[in-house]
């Protein structure tokens, strides 16, 4: 019997035809149950199909582009083994990507609603009740949102009916099966929870990714790192108002529906649902019209031909975080320069010293252990941002920018402090390896205290780097060359001179304290000497 196994694509609601955009395997690679195969988007969310068991991919029948729906085979795996073969594999793929909300029906014409299906999340706390008892709600309209420290997650109902009862309240931490709601509906036991919800039924980013890709001629920066859940924003979109504009008053700093609808009642909002293009109008009202304006929408084509690309998944998450800190961090980048003149033949006896064991000594390593000695000076530096506290860490793990065919890594190395030059060299090898391979793992991309991004390798001068919160500060490194120097104005010397950019965060940092940094990570790198003290 063949061990061969079709993999379809499994229930994703009422999506249908959606576009597979990211094909992560290769025939020939074996995969382990729930590693992700392709990437799907719908124009509401991402969705990522995972393996429904462990196996070694035969072939793969779809290509980017093609248009998928339920039941679509997108590959053939070869099986672990006969017996997991023989299981059904739509059946097995099914409960990965969505999984409907279970209503339940329990006395005639009412039926429970319970959280459906919400990935690995556990205990995640309910920050808002979208009803009340008496409420009318129709299949799909959200009823509560749940917020864990990954994502926001909206319910919604699975079928149409009233609300008789709340079994939760703000606050409280709910799971896959809490009760929700009661709903009284016309015929409950009838009424069967086909519709996937929108939201929480794929991975954990999803829903923002959700959220993110409603579009409307607003202020889409600031309505975009607006504090406010699916709901919320669909509501926002619907009346037209511009959520960068909202303070909310939930929890945090939160938008709720409350927020929309008494900002659209007020006048707030430009106009009720056929608000969109109004909206798009400068909301400046009549001082200056210099407010931000909605991005430009250009056909391109009408100037000469062009290609589609769409981003990689990694540039796409990595320009919502740059995106952010861009946006929300205040940056000041100071230039420096540090002469390295003494430090480039040590570097290169060192190479020479270590030929045989395979590790190569670029100038990153020696930075790294500059920055210690650096952060441990200006302990400010190695700090985040809490609230309105600094929180100071005694430890120093330091990441460093990788460049990759995928997009920009920030691996981290850890307890760098404690280690050597050539340790780190070798770490630092095989941390950029596994990036450029896109094998990193989430614990090897966290906890970093300060960043180095060195374009050294590449050119330039210098340049402002965006900083990697919650850090507050990262520093930026280019090409070192040689420059005429003289104290005296009358004799010159050539000196071996680094580039030096450190952007910082100006709501923590100040500008002497910056140029003081600079001034002694490049004495640092002068003398390597100091980093003993
Ligand atoms: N000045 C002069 N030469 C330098 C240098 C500098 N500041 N830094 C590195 N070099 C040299 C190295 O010594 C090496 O020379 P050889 O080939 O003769 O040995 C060469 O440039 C290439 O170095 P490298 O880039 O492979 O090694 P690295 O340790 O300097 O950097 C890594 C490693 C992973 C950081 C780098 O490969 C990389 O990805 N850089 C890009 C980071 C980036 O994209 N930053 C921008 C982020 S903001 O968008």
Redesign the pocket.
């Given at each position: 019997m063949s061990n061969a196994i079709d993999i379809k694509v499994p229930d994703i609601g009422d999506f249908s035809d959606v576009p597979v955009i990211e094909i992560f395997v290769k025939p020939g690679d074996t995969v382990k149950a729930e590693d992700p195969l392709v990437s799907l988007e719908s124009d509401k969310a991402t969705m990522d199909v995972p393996a429904p068991r462990g196996g070694v991919v035969e072939s793969i029948a779809v290509k980017l582009g093609d248009k998928v729906s339920e039941g679509s085979v997108i590959m053939r795996f070869k099986a672990e083994g006969g017996a997991a073969a023989a299981a059904a594999p739509a059946e097995a793929a099914k409960p990965s990507v969505s999984a409907a909300p279970s209503a339940t029906s329990a006395p005639a014409g009412v039926a429970e609603v319970r959280v459906p299906d919400i990935g690995d999340f556990k205990d995640v706390p309910v920050i808002e009740i979208f009803v009340k008892v008496g409420d009318s709600v129709k299949a799909e309209d959200p009823i509560v949102s749940l917020e864990s420290d990954k994502a926001t997650m909206d319910v919604p109902a699975p079928l149409s009916g009233v609300v008789t009862a709340i079994g939760i309240k703000i606050g409280d931490k709910v799971s896959e099966g809490s009760v929700i709601l009661s709903l009284a509906t016309g015929d409950a036991t009838a009424a069967t929870p086909a519709t996937a919800p929108a939201a929480p039924a794929a991975a954990a980013p999803a829903p923002v990714q959700a959220a993110a890709a409603a579009g409307g001629a607003v202020d889409e920066a600031a309505f975009a790192l607006a504090y406010a859940g699916p709901a919320v924003r669909k509501l926002a979109r619907e009346l037209g108002v511009d959520l960068g504009k909202l303070k909310g008053t939930g929890d945090h700093g939160r938008i709720v529906r409350a927020d929309v609808e008494a900002f659209a009642k007020g006048g707030g909002a430009a106009a009720a649902p056929a608000a969109g293009k109004a909206a798009a109008a400068p909301a400046g009202g009549g001082v200056g019209g210099i407010d931000l304006l909605p991005w430009p929408k250009v056909d391109f084509s009408k100037f000469g031909p062009t290609e589609r690309r769409e981003l990689p998944r990694i540039k796409k998450i990595s320009a919502a975080n740059l995106h952010r800190n861009w946006v929300v961090i205040p940056h000041v980048t100071t230039h420096d320069e540090a002469d390295i003149t003494e430090l480039e033949p040590f570097r290169v006896q060192m190479n020479k010293e270590l030929e045989k064991s395979g590790v190569?000594i670029?100038?990153?390593p020696f930075m790294m252990k500059a920055a210690v000695a650096t952060l441990k000076k200006f302990p400010e530096f190695n700090a985040s941002l809490d609230g309105d506290a600094l929180v100071l860490k005694n430890y120093w793990h330091i990441g460093?920018?990788?460049?990759t065919p995928n997009g920009?890594m920030v691996p981290v190395i850890r307890d760098v402090d404690k280690k050597t030059v050539p340790e780190i060299a070798k770490e630092?090898g095989e941390l950029?390896k596994l990036a450029r391979d896109g094998k990193l793992k989430p614990d090897q991309m966290s906890g970093g205290t300060f960043t180095i991004?060195?374009?050294?390798?590449?050119g330039g001068i210098y340049f402002t780097?965006?900083i990697n919160a919650p850090e507050v500060a990262i520093m930026g490194?280019?090409?070192?060359y040689w420059k005429q120097h003289s104290s005296d104005g009358k004799t010159y010397t050539s000196r071996l001179t680094?580039p030096l950019s450190l952007s910082w965060d100006h709501r923590v940092i100040d500008g002497a304290a910056a140029a003081r940094f600079n001034v002694y990570f490049a004495n640092v790198l002068a003398d390597l000497r100091r980093v003993l003290f």
């Open positions: 190569k670029s100038m990153l460093f920018a990788a460049d920009l630092m950029a991004s060195s374009l050294g390798g590449i780097p965006i490194v280019c090409k070192s680094l």
